[in-house]
């Protein structure tokens, strides 16, 4: 009777911690994830094992095993870690054809303003430059193809959020945070929704040193296209004046029209 007893409550416990464990590797897994979503440059090992609160050895084998499924990413020489390439949308294939497209036009958007252009789309919670073309100017603004940036602080998470839904757009905010990388960042929900209801009248969005000192940008969303995306020049804000923006703005607008209809004509 007690060798019964004894055996039963053994199995129940051995059940209760066989249960525990896939629960505790999961939210480790989320923890870990979450880290990397609301990373502006990346995160490095012992920073994931200390927010994570996992041992560094145990912090690098839930790396490992997420880098071996795509879910995680890391560059080789910052040995930071990113979120990975299966976190892209589902219609992948569709984005890649159209950055292939993309890539000329914003060469000679480049070339015609004489400083850096981006294509940007929104992927999970963050902004990622997909395109970018360098100003050949000895100071200029540019960041890498593959940056990931928050949509509270940037001219291209500005012009996309405006095509989101309210409530995802707060969701964003809550999830990545409104961090204040300058004087001029935008960081709270209320003074965010006011400044998108400015750029939806003007039908375009700035960064007036809000992601970067001395950095503006200036950003469209390109409408009607299956994901969310936008193109965007960025510059000193000394050389890229307030003055300057009608003109910026217009000559972005043409470029994204004519890539939307090409897009969409021959897709």
């Known amino acids: 009777m007690n060798n019964k007893k004894s055996s039963t409550s053994d199995d129940t416990a051995s059940a209760g911690s066989s249960n525990a464990y896939p629960i ?3 939210e480790r897994v989320c923890d870990i994830l979450d880290l990397l979503q609301r990373s502006h440059e990346g995160v490095s090992l012992p920073e994931t094992a200390t927010v994570t609160s996992l041992p560094k050895s145990s912090a690098f084998r839930y790396l490992s095993a997420l880098e071996a499924r795509g879910y995680v990413e890391r560059d080789t020489q910052s040995a930071l870690y990113r979120i990975g390439l299966a976190f892209q949308p589902h219609n992948t294939r569709q984005l890649e054809a159209f950055l292939a497209r993309a890539g000329g036009p914003l060469q000679r958007l480049r070339d015609d303003t004489g400083e850096t252009t981006n294509l940007g789309t929104l992927q999970g919670s963050m902004i990622v430059h997909n395109l970018v073309f360098e100003s050949s100017q000895m100071m200029r603004l540019a960041a890498r193809v593959g940056d990931r940036a928050p949509i509270h602080s940037t001219a ?3 012009a996309i959020a405006v095509e989101l839904p309210p409530d995802r757009v707060l969701a964003i905010l809550d999830t990545v945070g409104m961090a204040p990388f300058t004087d001029a960042t ?4 209320e003074a965010y929704q006011s400044a998108l209801e400015t750029v ?3 039908g375009f969005a700035i960064d007036d040193c809000e992601n970067q000192a001395d950095g503006r940008c200036v950003a469209v969303a390109l409408r009607g296209m299956p994901f969310p995306c936008g193109i965007s020049v960025s510059a000193p804000a000394r050389r890229l004046t ?8 217009k000559r972005i607008r043409s470029v994204g029209k004519h890539l939307v209809s090409d897009f969409l004509n021959e897709g």
């Open 186 to 189: 935008i960081t709270t929900p």
């Open 242 to 249: 307030i003055d300057m923006v009608p003109s910026v703005v």
């Open 24 to 26: 505790r590797a999961v």
């Open 200 to 202: 939806r009248d003007q």
């Open 156 to 158: 291209l998470g500005k």
